[in-house]
């Protein structure tokens, strides 16, 4: 079926491009013609990423956006001279990675050109004396995890999507892997980059372990998402592999028991690499056949690092859940976490079944923690519709955490799917920016929070939105995303 039958969702603000045929032997002369594509086949390859609910179009035969042409560029300075290009007659430009983005970031909402990242996969160089490794930012998670793991090393930075990301989407994203706890979030591993701005100038940002000369402007394009550069290189921190691990797994009575005894751990200054609060209904879906757990919250904490220092972590984190009510699950279930941490079949059953799911992560000061668990999982199961909300707590810092919710459910017969996924998400924000807590821990903006950007900055926006403007006059990369909004009429209000 050609691609103008297919319906679709994200369509009103699609640009025209008046001479296509000019602007593809341009690019074709920029990229060779075999990196240029207008395919259909192609087309509807880049007209998502994972956002959930562009799952449940896909299988209605409805695509997110369409683009007009895909890119494959090699070098940032072919990046530069497309977006000159795009400059010129006024065409959108999306970065695109590897889609595992599930906020929409990568959707080309306004249509125009793809650049893809794929072929930027390679590994530069190693230097094992400063601990960095330095990378074409379109490199895979895993393959460059594997990498380093050969060579003795981790870089620490281990999200589930690790099989189908890149380290550009990391940075694009602020993303936050599983031992984030102890290896920091990808704003605390990033030390160096190379990016295309807006207008085409290739800027450096050198490598250097901390300085005092002026702001912090490289950590500004660090979750850009695309709209303020394209991220062409990346040296990123690195760890010797670790030569111990210790599994512990406790059971707690409530949420609460399970907050104070990871806050009082994290008090202690011991940072176990892996946390993760499971509540009643995570800990029954995941871990039924431990006995120890039944009805309660599960809590799982991976130690590594030096045999020393990862003995005493074991030690005191022990003493603080005991302390707390924690009853001793032993090793199996952190095993089972471990073999099932990147199986993502969940949340992607629900759409054959016509249920509307997803996931939305959010951060809060510890002050607020119990009390946002319980006022979103409030605000979530009073819509009608909705079958399921539940929670797990995957980062952790001294002074709050980052939620992970899941919310899934039946949309009534008076909305459609994406009203019902909207009013979801909504509640969910709402509910966070009540309680003064930040509406995205690690996921992004993308389209599904644009809206709520307002109130989560405050006067602070304007300000931002000024930078955007003066880097990007002619709003090229990637329009409809942080700055203004497609879903504007739902929330925050825009
Ligand atoms: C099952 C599953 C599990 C996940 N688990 C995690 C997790 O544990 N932690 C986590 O943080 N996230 C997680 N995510 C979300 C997702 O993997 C991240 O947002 C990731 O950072 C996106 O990377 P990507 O390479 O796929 O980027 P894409 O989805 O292709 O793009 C994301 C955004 O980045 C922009 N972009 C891409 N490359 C560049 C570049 N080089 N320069 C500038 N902008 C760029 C795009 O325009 C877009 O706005 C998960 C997603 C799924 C589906």
């Keep these: 079926m050609p691609i103008e039958n297919f319906d679709v969702i994200y369509k009103e603000n699609r640009c025209v491009i008046k001479d296509i045929e000019k602007v593809v032997s341009k690019l074709e002369s920029i990229l060779g013609e075999k990196n240029v594509s207008t395919r259909d086949i192609d087309k509807i390859a880049y007209s998502k990423d994972t956002t959930l609910i562009t799952l449940n179009w896909a299988l209605q035969g409805k695509l997110a956006g369409v683009p007009d042409i895909i890119t494959w560029p090699e070098t940032a300075e072919q990046i530069s001279q497309i977006l000159k290009l795009a400059n010129e007659e006024k065409i959108p430009v999306t970065p695109f990675a590897e889609g595992s983005g599930v906020v929409g970031g990568a959707i080309p909402i306004f249509g125009g050109i793809i650049v893809d990242m794929k072929k930027f996969n390679k590994v530069l160089e190693i230097k094992d004396k400063d601990l960095t490794v330095t990378v074409q930012a379109g490199i895979n998670g895993m393959n460059l995890e594997r990498y380093l793991n050969s060579k003795g090393y981790t870089c620490g930075h281990i999200p589930q999507s690790i099989y189908t990301s890149s380290v550009g989407g990391y940075i694009a994203h602020r993303a936050a892997g599983q031992f984030s706890t102890k290896y920091g979030k990808i704003e605390d591993i990033v030390l160096g980059m190379e990016i295309v701005l807006p207008q085409g100038d290739i800027i450096n940002f050198k490598t250097i372990a901390r300085a005092s000369t002026g702001p912090q402007f490289d950590k500004f394009f660090i979750g850009g998402e695309g709209t303020l550069g394209i991220v062409t290189q990346a040296t990123l921190k690195i760890w ?130 119990a009390e946002l668990y319980h006022k979103v999982k409030e605000a979530t199961k009073s819509i009608y519709g909705n079958l399921l909300i539940s929670a797990h707590i995957s980062h952790f810092y001294p002074n709050g955490v980052g939620y992970y919710f899941t919310f899934g459910g039946v949309p009534p017969k008076n909305k459609s799917d994406f009203e019902f996924y909207k009013e979801c998400w909504n509640a969910t924000i709402k509910a966070v920016e009540e309680l003064g807590g930040s509406f995205g821990h690690h996921h992004g903006v993308g389209i599904n929070r644009s809206h709520w950007m307002p109130i989560e900055w405050g006067n602070s926006f304007e300000t931002l939105k000024s930078i955007k403007k003066m880097l990007d006059p002619n709003n090229i990369l990637n329009p409809g995303k942080i700055y203004e909004s497609i879903w504007k009429e739902e929330g925050g209000g825009n």
């Design 240 to 369: 010797p592999y670790p030569e111990k691990r210790a599994l512990i797994s406790y059971a707690f009575p409530t949420m609460e028991d399970s907050l104070d005894a990871t806050r009082e751990i994290l008090r202690n200054q011991i940072y176990p690499a892996v946390i993760r609060i499971y509540d009643k209904e995570e800990t029954k879906r995941h871990f039924e056949d431990t006995k120890n757990a039944k009805g309660k919250v599960m809590v799982v904490f991976v130690c590594e690092g030096i045999s020393k220092l990862v003995d005493l972590e074991e030690e005191i984190t022990r003493e603080v859940c005991e302390k707390n009510s924690g009853v001793d699950c032993g090793e199996h279930p952190v095993e089972h976490w471990f073999e099932t941490r990147f199986r993502v079949k969940e949340t992607s059953m629900f759409p054959p079944y016509k249920i509307v799911a997803d996931t939305i992560e959010v951060a809060c000061m510890w002050d607020k923690a």
